[in-house]
């Protein structure tokens, strides 16, 4: 039986949550450490090792580079790992200055200057983004990664109808009034980046009335580019949809329920950084 290990670093276990809500590879694999459900001094060799969180601290340093080498294949799941999510509020500077303010407390890992995402350490095999990723993600991840059928974005996922005649002039944000089942959630006037999003996640959230807010991360047509360029697509999404003014348009988008994903601490594409090829993003 094959043996796999998740390593978790800065972030809310939400992906370890998620990967206990799937269940079936308990018949295939055996989980040997996470310390959520399986105490374990260091993680041992294992066949995979997902990884989720950002880098946060010195302690996430030492942790993810004494356990890459006892792995075979090294996985990031979820947004912290690759792109921003919960690990990037860190870098804001009044958490900043929360956590210093501490600093009389014995044990606690000293901060490095910012978040950063594993690959910036380590070499990844495979890229799993989502906030979480759901359990069917975490199953191609542990099964077969190379036959899981994804649509290119979450709108195909979703199955809502978009109107061309109907144009909010002014956008509702995230979660007010009364949602119209099967009507696309921009005609209604919601915030919604799904036209752009990774496929994949089967589009729970627009399914379920709630705007994607992007945690998959950029579609494949935008993961070698700078977010900026996924940025301005959702852009023109909106101003084509709606009658919003562009500064509405702007403010929306820059909003803190979106911040999370699309003003992310690692471009896919950009800075210093080699672009993630997309065929290793599942
Ligand atoms: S924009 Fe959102 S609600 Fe509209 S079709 Fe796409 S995912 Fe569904
Ligand atoms: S619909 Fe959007 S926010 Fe919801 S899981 Fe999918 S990518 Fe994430």
């Keep these: 039986m094959k043996r796999f290990a998740v390593l978790q670093l800065s972030g809310c276990a939400g992906c370890e949550v998620a990967l206990l809500n799937a269940e079936a590879w308990v018949a295939q694999y055996k989980l040997v450490y996470m310390p959520l459900v399986v105490s374990a001094e260091d993680v041992p060799e294992v066949d995979v090792l997902l990884i989720s969180g950002g880098v946060r601290t010195d302690e996430d340093l030492y942790k993810l580079r004494r356990a890459v080498k006892n792995a075979q294949q090294v996985v990031a799941v979820g947004t912290c790992a690759i792109s921003g999510g919960v690990a990037n509020l860190g870098d804001r500077d009044e958490v900043r200055a929360l956590f210093l303010a501490e600093r009389d407390r014995p044990h606690v890992p000293r901060l490095l200057s910012k978040s950063h995402p594993v690959d910036a ?6 890229y799993v ?15 077969n990664p190379r036959d899981f059928q994804a649509s290119k974005v979450v709108c195909q996922e979703c199955g809502r109808q978009k109107l061309k005649d109907v144009k909010p002039a002014h956008l509702l944000g995230f979660q007010q009034g009364e949602v119209l089942p099967d009507v696309c959630l921009i005609n209604q006037g919601y915030l919604c980046v799904g036209s752009s999003t990774r496929g994949g996640c089967r ?7 709630h705007p994607c807010v992007g945690c998959r991360g950029p579609s494949d047509v935008f993961i070698e580019k700078e977010s900026d360029v996924w940025f301005k697509s959702i852009k023109r999404v909106f101003a084509s949809m709606t009658d919003a003014p562009e500064s509405e348009i702007e403010q929306g988008l820059r909003s803190p329920q979106l911040a999370m994903f699309l003003f992310q601490f690692s471009d896919y594409a950009g800075g210093d950084r080699l672009p993630r090829p997309k065929e290793k993003v599942l």
Excluded: N, Q
Aim: net charge negative; glycine share 8%; aromatic share 8%.
């Design 121 to 126: 350490f380590v070499a990844v095999d495979l």
């Design 129 to 143: 983004p989502g906030c979480p990723p759901t359990a069917e993600l975490f199953m191609a991840v542990l099964t």
């Design 203 to 209: 589009a729970p959230c627009p399914r379920a009335g």
